[in-house]
């Protein structure tokens, strides 16, 4: 089945919402899919599309310091391993220097080491940051140069 990338949508963000377990999990990180993303930045908001729904999405920006920030990246439970997660670093990663970022960044928690394999994968430097998202709270930061 094809799948073609696009922009994302809020209706779309509301689809992805209503099927997060199927990206997430048990994890519950709705809150972190702010409407904003997609309304604000939806040059950089993508979704995987095919005739069965959104297969992935990615939702992120460009930084005044010309930083592509990946807020969300997730593929569907019956999708992973199947190379779309690179296909939306690269349709992002496309859109982010049309927009002038010379870098990109993204974060994670320190246990979560699928996301640590494949951002590594994708050529980024990793290092953990004490404190990151508070006092206690620790997260990895990836790093990649564009130029």
């Known amino acids: 089945m094809a799948v073609r990338i696009d922009l994302a949508d809020v209706s779309d963000l509301h689809q992805v ?5 199927r990206y997430w999990g048990e994890r519950d990180l709705r809150a972190l899919h702010l409407a904003a993303l997609v309304q604000e930045f939806g040059a950089t908001s ?8 959104i297969r992935g999405y990615l939702f992120g920006f460009v930084t ?22 690179r296909t939306l670093y690269e349709a992002f990663t496309e859109a982010a220097r049309g927009q002038g970022a010379v870098r990109l960044k993204a974060i ?11 951002h590594r994968s994708l050529g980024f430097d ?5 404190d990151y998202d508070g006092p206690g709270r620790p997260r990895v930061v990836f790093t990649r140069d564009l130029r």
């Not at 919402?17 to 377990?21: I, M, N, V």
């Not at 920030?69 to 569907?76: D, G, K, M, Q, S």
């Not at 994670?108 to 494949?118: H, L």
């Not at 990793?126 to 004490?130: A, G, K, L, M, Q």
Request: charged letters at 25%; a negative charge.
């Open 64 to 85: 005044p310091d010309h930083t592509g920030y990946v807020h969300l990246i997730a593929t569907r439970d019956d999708t992973r391993g199947t190379g779309l997660g």
């Open 108 to 118: 994670t928690s320190v246990t979560n080491e699928g996301s640590i394999a494949f």
């Open 17 to 21: 919402l209503a099927d997060h377990a």
């Open 126 to 130: 990793d290092r953990v940051v004490e």
């Open 46 to 53: 993508l979704v995987a599309r095919a005739e069965d729904g």
